[in-house]
């Protein structure tokens, strides 16, 4: 790899907000490297995929403030009277549209976004060969994901409001568009299109088995890995039969696996590298000993050797039984004096090597697949595959046995008690359409308790920074 081309990548990535407040459009490199000429080799290609990875890792987006709010702004954490000051404003639902946190979501999303159409663009002048149709695949499933983030916390859910102002949907470079291009935002229904026609794109043109540059390996999106995504896009896009489709096909195909015992769980947990045998994670973004987010990442917010600040409401542990695995998870300890439900899920902040950024694991697809079978009518698939989890999880569980609504309420509580902290309750809830009620803590600020489905909080302001760029961008009602 040539110095000059590893220091551009890793200079996009750290300068993402410099430039997105220049325009949330420029990707032009502040090194000698040329954008048009940064992308001629197989070799260029994975090393501009690995610098889409490196800007998509970062706190601003799916390092922390991504599953923090995912979690914080429904029912499953909060924040300790005894903290630094982070996240306050999402805690109590005090977010306007300077807000910092949905601001970087927003511009560090783009410009992931901004890479990801570089890499596709460049990389379909490349000859066609498994090597260049993987990391293209990557690249489109990437751009699937992130418009999905998007989607989800700056529009309407599609389940609500398919015609609403969703995000704008830029697909070409900007030196090929022109920087000065001012797009307006697209419908959520005409995000969600995009959304599947990269995901369909990706899994089209990756191959099955690993290549010389990504191995198959949790740290790399693989074929199966764009499926799993789709599951999620179309499960919030209350399509339900296409959501089956798509599990389904990680189900059989992926080879993936659940942790079969105590002991495996907990190693894997523990565990800060990559899985390279498909054990439970499908995607995860890399945080190695060389390269990882320091005091700024998700397991600092929760480790008392970090920041320490978020803890796990009471209502959330009692949901699990003693037996149930996952409550390991989660440790008595003291905050400020006071006992509170210390997260451990992700316990390698001390470490060198730091925990991964879990994006998708094989655990949500069985529970989306148990849910879009029990909306599909097929209650006994749906108990198959939904005990297929719950069982492992809790060994002295006997399954559930449940029919007709109560079914569905299994099904949403077994999905909250395996993707606590992984930042997915709070769609759950948008999705459904469901008031949020955030339980009270006794050491906690919950001055916000009840969020109405009319509450216009459920959506994030678009970001005046973005706005101040593109005049074309019209706010969320209430901002």
Not at 59 to 64: A, E, H, S, V
Not at 86 to 94: I, K, S, V
Not at 244 to 259: M, R, S
Not at 274 to 289: D, M, P, R, S, V
Request: charged share 20%; hydrophobic share 35%.
């Amino acid at each position: 790899m040539k110095f000059n081309k590893l220091l551009y990548i890793l200079l996009a990535g750290t300068a993402t907000l410099t430039a997105c407040k220049k325009s949330f459009l420029d990707e032009q490199p502040s090194t000698s490297v040329t954008v048009t000429e940064s992308i001629k080799t197989t070799n260029d290609l994975a090393d501009a995929v690995n610098g889409m990875y490196n800007v998509m890792k970062a706190t601003t987006l799916f390092g922390r403030d991504i599953p923090v709010l995912g979690d914080l702004l429904a029912d499953n954490t909060y924040v300790n009277v005894t903290n630094s000051g982070r996240y306050l404003l999402e805690n109590n639902y005090q977010f306007i549209s300077t807000t910092t946190e949905p601001s970087n979501i927003y511009s560090r999303a783009y410009f992931s976004i901004l890479q990801a159409n570089r890499i596709i663009y460049e990389g379909k002048k490349l000859p066609a060969s498994d090597d260049n149709n993987q990391l293209i695949g990557e690249a489109y499933a990437s751009r699937g994901l992130l418009y999905l983030e998007l989607v989800n916390w700056f529009g309407a859910p599609y389940t609500v409001n398919p015609t609403a102002s969703g995000v704008p949907i830029v697909t070409t470079p900007s030196y090929v568009s022109g920087f000065s291009v001012k797009t307006p935002r697209a419908t959520v229904s005409a995000v969600y299109t995009q959304i599947v026609s990269d995901l369909d794109s990706a899994y089209a043109i990756m191959p099955t088995g690993g290549t010389s540059f990504h191995a198959i390996n949790s740290d790399y999106i693989a074929k199966y890995a764009a499926k799993a995504i789709e599951s999620r896009a179309y499960l919030y896009k209350g399509d339900y039969a296409n959501a089956l489709t798509a599990a389904k096909l990680v189900v059989d195909n992926g080879q993936y696996t659940l942790a079969q015992n105590a002991s495996a769980f907990t190693g894997f947990w523990a565990n800060p590298a990559a899985q390279t045998g498909k054990l439970e994670t499908i995607f995860e973004l890399n945080q190695n000993a060389s390269s990882n987010l320091g005091n700024t990442g998700l397991d600092a917010i929760f480790s008392q050797a970090g920041y320490g600040d978020i803890q796990a409401t009471d209502d959330l542990y009692s949901a699990y039984t003693a037996t149930d695995l996952r409550r390991t998870l989660m440790v008595s300890g003291l905050r400020g004096g006071q006992q509170a439900w210390i997260i451990n899920k992700f316990p390698n902040y001390s470490n060198t090597d730091k925990d991964e950024t879990k994006i998708i694991r094989y655990a949500e697809v069985l529970v989306t697949l148990a849910e879009s079978y029990a909306r599909t009518g097929d209650e006994a698939n749906a108990k198959i595959y939904l005990n297929q989890l719950a069982k492992v999880r809790d060994p002295s569980f006997a399954g559930y046995t449940s029919t007709g609504a109560q079914l569905i309420t299994d099904i949403l509580n077994e999905r909250r008690k395996e993707l606590a902290f992984e930042g997915l309750r709070f769609f759950d809830f948008t999705r459904l359409n469901l008031v949020i009620n955030r339980p009270k803590q006794a050491y906690g600020y919950v001055s916000y308790p009840t969020v109405s489905i009319s509450d216009y909080h459920r959506i994030l302001p678009i970001p005046q920074s973005a706005r101040d760029a593109n005049s074309a961008l019209t706010q969320n009602p209430g901002y």
